[in-house]
């Protein structure tokens, strides 16, 4: 079966920096789409990022306009891993952050749809003071 794992989040401080991984194993195929989202209490999961998985080599990345300049997504394909990294974090930023696969396309201009994606993970608290 395949499973995403994310970890990495905790309780920052605004303006420090947090590194999400997630971790994806029962699946290893060719180009397809990862993605990033957030949904903080009681709003909508949204698009945060996502990246073009290719196993021999990179892909195109996506962002959320407002969020492209202090977030990064990367993948490392040797080890299965999806990355965010979030710098300059905000108390608007706190949410609980998701991976999520979708295996039979890349991104494209729909990636932000969450109904593109097959599986999910479980999700990681990200929360800014």
């Known amino acids: 079966d395949v499973q995403l794992v994310e970890s990495g989040g905790g309780s920052v401080q605004a303006g420090e920096s947090l590194k999400l991984s997630c971790v994806v194993s029962?699946?290893?195929?060719?180009?397809?789409?990862m993605g990033w989202f957030r949904q903080a209490l009681e709003a909508e999961r949204e698009g945060v990022a996502a990246?073009?998985?290719?196993?021999?080599?990179?892909?195109?990345?996506y962002y959320a306009d407002s969020l492209k300049s202090r977030f990064t997504i990367s993948e490392d394909s040797a080890k299965n891993t999806l990355y965010l990294e979030m710098d300059s974090l905000k108390p608007v930023d706190s949410a609980t952050y998701y991976c999520?696969?979708?295996?039979?396309?890349?991104?494209?201009?729909?990636?932000?749809?969450?109904?593109?994606?097959?599986?999910w993970g479980l999700g990681t608290q990200v929360t800014v003071s």
């Open positions: 999520a696969l979708d295996r039979f396309a890349g991104c494209g201009g729909g990636w932000s749809r969450p109904s593109k994606y097959e599986y």
């Open positions: 029962g699946y290893r195929g060719t180009t397809n789409c």
């Open positions: 990246i073009e998985t290719n196993y021999l080599g990179g892909g195109g990345t």
